[in-house]
């Protein structure tokens, strides 16, 4: 039998394991150490397994009398077979998490779940989850000062209360809509240059020395797409005309995106051709076979310039949203399609997708076009 002291000393390892209690009661510890008490039972005919919450919001003493509670209902007849939301989330895991990008982004999933979500409604079956306890969660989160997290915990949350409802769990579920109760994030203006400080950006660029990550940096800068749709670029995604197609799969809104290629980023292609062109990535890590360079390898090239705090990645998006929209002359649809930001009417998104290309090949051309002119300005080539 377990002891609190025994629980206490329970050390996460590489797979989860579990210590058994009584009467069939253990507790599960996880990689991520989070310990969470269940029992297996049958009914129907089919092998199930009950939850009862996680330690150490649920002691020893009182997972075991849930236990026996449990029991009696067993006794008595089939209980509900409506999941805990613990049971859900685990479902959910299975399904959700190797869709997700990396480890690092599984892990930040599953962490606001265990941590936020679990200790307070984990033990609890879907059915018996009122609005009113989704809102305390939320808000609780919020009142440590995290504002984002609790939007993003309102929409794990309710992502597993719709995949509920999709395997005919539950029939409806008070989880939609949570975070209109939260106050709103706070928005993130990534450091950019001003239009006057480019030239001079796009020259410092030009003198750096390894020539992968100079010829990524005006790639990035040419197309301003986001940093890692750019990373993971392979030669097979270039088509016989001048466009690349960004994979669904790399976009953020999961629909694929057209780029039309300017002149300048034709002949920026065609430089680091010579360097990766035998291999699968645009932009092959030199240290890395098979793998494009790191998130952070064009970032720090920039701090290494002297840019640190006054231009990211992300910046070249937020200087070609101010010059486009202030200088160029084209529509704010067009710029913003080009962008890849949402468009929330869809019938209009499909719409756009069709109709504004024509016009987003003259705007890609007419932005390597300024900004050739402002590496022209003090005399330095592209080239």
């Known amino acids: 039998m377990l002891t609190t002291k025994k629980i206490d ?76 939301f613990d049971e859900m989330k685990e479902d959910w895991y299975k399904h959700r998490l190797p869709q997700l990008k ?6 930040s999933v599953q962490n606001r779940l265990d941590n936020y979500v679990s200790p307070k409604i984990g033990h609890l079956r879907l059915d018996q989850i009122n609005r009113t306890e989704l809102v305390k969660v939320v808000h609780e989160v919020e009142s440590r000062g995290a504002v984002e ?13 719709d995949y ?84 669904e799969g790399r976009m953020k809104l999961k629909l694929p995106h057209v780029v039309p290629l300017s002149k300048l980023a034709l002949d920026t292609l065609e430089g680091l051709k010579l360097h990766t062109g035998e291999f699968r990535y645009v932009l092959q890590s ?4 098979n793998h494009p360079i790191s998130e952070n390898t064009l970032l720090f090239a920039l701090y290494r310039m002297g840019y640190k705090h006054r231009m990211t990645g992300h910046g070249f998006r937020a200087l070609a949203s101010t010059v486009l929209n202030q200088e160029s ?15 929330t009417d869809q019938v209009r998104a499909a719409y756009n997708r069709a109709e504004y290309l024509p016009e987003r090949i003259k705007l890609m051309d007419w932005w390597g076009n300024w900004i050739y002119t402002q590496l022209q300005s003090q005399g330095t080539s592209a080239g």
């Open 286 to 289: 030199p240290a890395r076979p």
């Open 102 to 107: 990396n480890l690092k982004h599984q892990l």
């Open 164 to 247: 509920a409802v999709d395997m005919g769990k539950v029939e409806h579920h008070s989880a939609a809509g949570l975070s209109r109760v939260l106050k709103p994030p706070k928005v993130k203006h990534m450091a950019c240059v001003k239009p006057e400080e480019a030239g001079k950006l796009f020259r410092d660029i030009m003198e750096y020395e390894e020539p992968v990550t100079r010829l990524g940096l005006m790639l990035l800068a040419t197309t301003f797409v986001r940093t890692n749709e750019l990373r993971w670029m392979e030669w097979s995604e270039l088509l016989p005309e001048p466009i690349w197609i960004v994979p």
């Open 149 to 161: 997290t609790a939007h993003r915990v309102s929409m794990h949350m309710r992502q597993v209360f």
């Open 9 to 84: 000393a329970a050390k996460p390892k590489d797979k989860q394991y579990k210590l058994s209690d009584a009467d069939g009661l253990y507790l599960v510890v996880t990689p991520r150490n989070v310990k969470s008490w269940r029992c297996n039972f049958k009914q129907n005919n089919k092998h199930q397994t009950k939850t009862f919450g996680q330690y150490p919001e649920i002691g020893l003493a009182k997972a075991r009398l849930l236990n026996a509670e449990f029991k009696e209902q067993l006794a008595k007849g089939p209980v509900s077979s409506v999941p805990t």
């Open 329 to 343: 002359g084209f529509s704010k649809d067009v710029i913003e399609r080009q962008l890849a930001h949402k468009e």
